[in-house]
């Protein structure tokens, strides 16, 4: 089978790609053509896989790399997805995430076969925005808080449109809070753990928040179930360990298992220079019910939130450790 990754370069793109690669399956990725490309993500698979240049914000630039990949199977992954970065540029998340979303959609529907083809698209938990505190169904309603949300849940009611009226097949994955990044320090538990091994002091700007958060392998395994399953035909899914845990909570995880000074975290404050975003628009609940992958396509998460953590410090002591 021939899959198509946009994002390959990404956080869950790269992370999927090796796993296909793995699993025997013809990999192609969509790559931009930017200075600051870092081809390090993939560089264990780097010779067993196609890439192909496309802009997925440009119509043509994309119908052109999907006629050239010719996919069975498309999974999209690209996006611009930092949620408070996205109230500097809202502008810019619509047309990477809401129109490259369209973009790939229309131009997988005009290969030949296109019925025979389909489209495996990342969604998030982020669009459920601020409801009730009780794990989320994928019949609860949408309620997007950020510009970041409000892309991606356009992009989510979009692609139902097109299962329902343009006949597209495939499916949309809403995951909760990944982690296990290599490379991107970024988002709260990498940043937690590299700053905890270098000795300095950490922020924790809403403590009391709640989330679900999933290792990156349980999120790729989630794919992978989707691709090779009909049952996911035209259907979403909520991906996510359905524990809530704040961030306070994640926080003294981490410090524990390290052995970091308690003392040295800041709860309540946010990192010197850290994106704003309004309080309003804080979201304290995201936890998913995940009830329907778990019948549908008998995906479950494997890894706990304490072996996950411990898998993510043991990577980045090497990394830290080495310079």
Do not use: C
């Amino acid at each position: 089978m021939r899959v198509l990754v946009t994002g390959i370069l990404g956080f869950i793109g790269s992370n999927l790609a090796e796993n296909l690669v793995a699993n025997g399956y013809d990999v192609y990725g969509i790559i931009r053509r930017v200075a600051n490309r870092n081809m390090n993500v993939i560089e264990d698979i780097i010779s067993d896989v196609t890439l192909i240049s496309g802009d997925i914000t440009d119509y043509v630039s994309t119908r052109n790399a999907i006629k050239t990949a010719n996919p069975d199977v498309v999974v999209h992954l690209a996006a611009l997805s930092p949620v408070r970065d996205s109230f500097e540029r809202p502008f810019e998340y619509q047309q990477t995430n809401l129109v490259g979303t369209m973009n790939v959609a229309h131009s997988l529907l005009e290969l030949p076969d296109s019925n025979k083809r389909k489209l495996i698209a990342a969604s998030t938990a982020e669009v459920y925005g601020i409801q009730e505190n009780e794990p989320l169904k994928e019949t609860s309603p949408l309620r997007p808080s950020s510009p970041y949300a409000v892309s991606k849940a356009a992009g989510d009611i979009y692609l139902q449109m097109m299962f329902n009226s343009y006949n597209l097949h495939g499916s949309i994955m809403r995951p909760a809070n990944s982690y296990g990044r290599k490379f991107d320090r970024s988002f709260i538990t990498e940043y937690l753990i590299t700053q905890m091994l270098k000795g300095e002091t950490v922020y924790v700007g809403a403590p009391d928040s709640v989330r679900d958060y999933m290792h990156v392998s349980d999120h790729v395994n989630a794919y992978m179930l989707a691709i090779k399953d009909p049952k996911a035909d035209g259907q979403i899914f909520n991906a996510g360990t359905g524990v809530g845990v704040t961030n306070k909570e994640l926080t003294e995880l981490i410090a524990t298992q390290i052995g970091f000074d308690h003392k040295k975290i800041k709860f309540g404050s946010y990192p010197p220079g850290y994106p704003y975003r309004p309080l309003i628009s804080d979201q304290p609940y995201i936890v998913l019910d995940a009830t329907k992958i778990k019948k549908t396509l008998n995906w479950s998460p494997k890894l706990s939130l304490k072996d996950g953590v411990k898998k993510t410090i043991s990577y980045f002591e090497k990394q830290i450790t080495a310079k």
